[in-house]
């Protein structure tokens, strides 16, 4: 099947450090999304995507939709302890799936 | 708002018991996805319905798991008999039916473990 990449796999952060990770595919897509999950619940709607190009907004979250339809990047500004979790993108399909990348955990720098 | 509300949230079993998973999507939304989230093969979609009716079962890892929607507010992920290596995180998600591009909204999960 169609693979996402998504990196780092994990990264260290330290309060106030903007972070950055991203998303590729070999394929064009039509959507994008970024999802949150904190330990014990549920991935959570970041921000979603849907022009190449895109650059969204949602706080201190940014993310953009690359021009060739086959990346994503996600970033983090001035990194706060409550951003840890796993961070996921994903990519719209045929039908009404969605297919996921493997995720980048955000630590806290000890 | 209610979202999508999973129960149970933990459920510790023996293997070769049958174990029944439950999901109430959020109302007016007319897909559901079921998932299951391992250390190693991440988050993997089993089965999605659209309108309560199946329409792609091919993440359903073997006949022992089997899903039903009998209703708009109502479904189950079954799995008899259950094994040791069935042991996940099983989420529900729900969405608006949409051409791929319809966020999805996931329930908390029921973590599952089989002794």
């Known amino acids: 099947g169609q693979q996402l990449n998504q990196s780092p796999q994990s990264m260290f952060i330290q309060e106030g450090e903007d972070v950055s990770m991203n998303c590729t595919s070999s394929s064009i897509f039509n959507t994008w999304l970024w999802y949150k999950q904190d330990p014990g619940e549920g991935p959570v709607l970041l921000i979603a995507l849907y022009k190449a190009g895109e650059l969204t907004s949602n706080g201190r979250l940014t993310a953009q939709f690359g021009t060739t339809r086959k990346d994503s990047f996600l970033n983090i500004s001035a990194s706060i302890p409550s951003d840890v979790g796993i961070y996921f993108c994903a990519r719209g399909a045929a039908g009404n799936k969605l297919t996921f990348g493997g995720g980048t955990r955000v630590l806290v720098k000890p | ?115």
């Open chain 2, 1 to 115: 708002d209610a979202g999508v509300i999973q129960s149970p949230r933990h459920e510790v079993t023996e293997m070769g018991q049958e174990v029944t998973l439950r999901c109430k999507p959020i109302s007016g939304h007319n897909s559901l996805f079921w998932y299951r989230q391992t250390m190693m093969r991440g988050l993997e979609l089993l089965i999605y319905f659209n309108n309560n009716v199946p329409i792609d079962d091919s993440g359903m890892p073997e006949d022992r798991f089997s899903a039903k929607m009998p209703n708009a507010s109502f479904s189950t992920l079954k799995i008899q008999p259950s094994e040791p290596r069935d042991s996940a995180v099983y989420f529900c998600a729900s969405s608006l039916e949409g051409a791929g591009n319809q966020p999805q909204h996931f329930g908390d999960g029921t973590r599952l473990s089989i002794l």
